[in-house]
């Protein structure tokens, strides 16, 4: 399984389209057994959910994410959390552990990258 977090530095960020790139966690029986970065190629409508669907995600974490994104994922079979934050890492354990449960933030407004910073 491989699991995707959208990140600024280490920390999980509260807008994935907007993240500095996304860190994908290989993960074997329920461990990580590697990671390795992807800088954002651009936030551009449906692009980002294809490029990591072609990375072989198969869960997406971050704090808020677009309803068309969402929409993309689920289409792809990719589970999407939301509402995460923190250490990237801290929060792919907590989905292993079944600690890390979605709330649904969904962001609505799109014009700068801090307007879904409050979920």
Same mark, same amino acid.
């Given at each position: 399984? !491989? =699991?995707?977090?959208? %990140?600024?530095?280490?920390?999980?960020?509260? &807008?994935?389209? &907007? %993240?500095?790139?996304?860190?994908? *966690?290989? =993960?074997?029986? +329920?461990? =990580?057994?590697? !990671?390795?970065?992807?800088? +954002?190629?651009?936030?551009?409508?449906? *692009?980002l959910p294809v490029f990591l669907h072609e990375k072989g995600a198969n869960v997406i974490i971050s704090g808020g994410m677009g309803g068309g994104a969402i929409n993309i994922f689920d289409e792809k079979g990719i589970e999407v959390i939301l509402g995460a934050s923190g250490d990237c890492e801290a929060a792919v354990k907590s989905y292993l552990t079944g600690d890390l449960k979605s709330t649904g933030s969904v962001c609505h407004e799109h014009q700068h990258a801090d307007e879904c910073g409050n979920h």
């Open positions: 399984m !491989k =699991i995707a977090v959208a %990140c600024e530095g280490t920390q999980v960020t509260q &807008h994935f389209g &907007h %993240c500095e790139g996304f860190t994908l *966690f290989n =993960i074997d029986n +329920n461990q =990580i057994t590697g !990671k390795e970065f992807f800088q +954002n190629p651009g936030h551009r409508p449906g *692009f």
